[in-house]
């Protein structure tokens, strides 16, 4: 497993590679603010880097079947394995759904802490935890 920092930042590095031209990996960045905010804008980008070609139907399809509430019908539907519920056998999978609900479980000093380290781990400006800054 290793760092989350370690991870982001050999990320990071394989996108700058990308943008310098010494990399020929295809790479589309989707943040979960944008799936959350824009649904079918984000899932027609991503139906176009794919060039899966898909007609309008066909993403409203994907849209619908893909959200939060859909899946959480979908788990209810099996059997959920038991490390993936609670004592009371309540999904731990899924959570609120919700951008920002981070601020919820960290505290003040732990949020700085990351930002921090965040800071020091990305060095080019192209993955960004605030995507409307992003370049």
């Given at each position: 497993m290793g760092s989350?920092?370690?991870?982001?930042?050999?990320?990071?590095?394989?996108?700058?590679?990308?943008?310098?031209?010494?990399?020929?990996?295809?790479?589309?960045?989707?943040?979960?603010?944008?799936?959350?905010q824009n649904p079918k804008e984000t899932i027609i980008r991503l139906n176009k880097f794919l060039r899966f070609n898909r007609d309008d139907d066909y993403l409203q399809k994907v849209l619908s079947g893909t959200t939060l509430g859909s899946l959480r019908e979908l788990y209810a539907q099996n059997t959920p394995h038991?490390?993936?519920?609670?004592?009371?056998?309540?999904?731990?999978?899924?959570?609120?759904?919700?951008?920002g609900e981070w601020k919820n479980y960290f505290t003040t000093a732990q949020s700085e802490t990351v930002d921090k380290l965040l800071e020091e781990t990305l060095q080019h400006g192209i993955i960004n935890f605030n995507p409307k800054t992003a370049k």
């Open positions: 989350y920092f370690d991870y982001i930042r050999e990320w990071e590095q394989a996108l700058q590679d990308i943008a310098e031209g010494t990399s020929k990996l295809q790479l589309e960045l989707f943040y979960y603010d944008d799936i959350l038991p490390t993936c519920s609670d004592k009371d056998g309540n999904s731990i999978i899924f959570r609120k759904g919700r951008a």
